[in-house]
């Protein structure tokens, strides 16, 4: 396994149309803005079902709101599928990753190379999505629930 040297182009940051956040990912961006989770939400998210999992997305359109210029602004707090990008599963080989745009450093690599991936980070990460999964099944869908009801 080769690891994977980013050449900070910012592509990736770019051109994907939305990622995935955990609420530990919300929590540590928010409290490096110094604003709170709910400010963070109700600026940044939406809640989408993805493969039956809810979870919180941020709209990278036209980029990720972070970038600027090639840097992340949120580096130190960036959330957990920036942190292991490109290797999100374990095994994962160059050709598996979506390809992200000219200048990357994954065009220079061999398509069937194994990404380095840590597989803690990854089960953590897992995790988190789970407690994600949970938080909003115990506040978004009673409140859409109950909006849906007392409109009815």
């Known amino acids: 396994m080769t690891p994977f040297v980013c050449n900070r182009c910012g592509?990736?940051?770019?051109?994907?149309?939305?990622?995935?956040?955990?609420?530990r990912d919300i929590d540590a961006m928010a409290r490096h803005l110094g604003?709170?989770?709910?400010?963070?939400?109700?600026?940044?998210?939406?809640?989408e079902i993805i493969q039956s999992w809810y979870a919180y997305t941020m709209a990278l359109r036209p980029g990720c709101p972070f970038l600027q210029g090639n840097r992340c602004s949120v580096y130190v707090a960036r959330p957990g599928a920036c942190r292991r990008y490109p290797a999100m599963l374990p095994g994962m080989r160059v050709r598996d990753v979506v390809p992200v745009a000219p200048g990357c450093a994954l065009y220079s690599m061999n398509p069937d190379e194994v990404l380095d991936a840590d597989e803690r980070e990854i089960d953590d990460n897992y995790h988190s999505m789970v407690e994600t999964d949970?938080?909003?099944?115990?506040?978004?869908?009673?409140?859409?629930r109950w909006k849906v009801k007392g409109e009815g």
């Open 11 to 23: 592509n990736c940051c770019r051109t994907f149309p939305s990622m995935g956040l955990t609420v």
């Open 134 to 144: 949970r938080y909003l099944r115990l506040t978004y869908l009673p409140a859409i």
């Open 35 to 47: 604003i709170t989770r709910q400010d963070f939400i109700l600026v940044y998210c939406r809640v």
